[in-house]
């Protein structure tokens, strides 16, 4: 009997330690980092030759098709979906836990059979299940979801 006790004690310690090492350590701790748009800033000097004009111009449009500017202080953020998920195309660094969320206003369909507006409400995959079922979004913070999880595949 005071074996079993024993191995209960050391396994309880091990386990509460490796769920420390994985979640604390190496995922790390979502709700300290910011979560930052990155974008493109360049400044160019050529007013001293002669197609400045039409320079600036092209320079203005390859950065306005190159960058998405997405604010540090968005739905995904503030749900912690940043915790686990990124969206590459917005510039929206998160964890790799879980898939890049770049494409999944198009993808959620076909992977899970129902529309994404009816996957934020009713996940059908089991971690994603779990999630919303303990915090379910709002009717306007699914909206906010969408329209930057849209933004988001357009950007791509």
Not at 73 to 90: A, F, K
Request: charged share 20%; hydrophobic share 35%.
């Amino acid at each position: 009997m005071q074996k079993a006790i024993i191995s209960f004690g050391i396994c309880l310690v091990i386990g509460f330690g490796l769920g420390y090492l994985v979640f604390g350590v190496i995922m790390g701790d979502s709700d300290q980092q910011t979560q930052v748009a990155q974008t493109e800033t360049e400044t160019t000097n050529q007013a001293d030759t002669p197609d400045s004009a039409s320079a600036e111009k092209e320079n203005t449009e390859a950065k306005e098709g190159a960058t998405t500017s997405v604010s540090a202080d968005n739905i995904l953020d503030q749900r912690g979906c940043l915790g686990c998920h990124s969206v590459e195309s917005l510039n929206l660094k998160g964890g790799a836990v879980g898939p890049d969320l770049s494409q999944a206003f198009v993808n959620v369909e076909g992977k899970h059979g129902k529309p994404i507006e009816e996957f934020l409400k009713a996940p059908t995959s089991a971690v994603m299940s779990g999630v919303i079922s303990k915090d379910p979004l709002t009717d306007e913070e699914r909206q906010q979801v969408l329209e930057l999880l849209k933004q988001a595949s357009e950007a791509k």
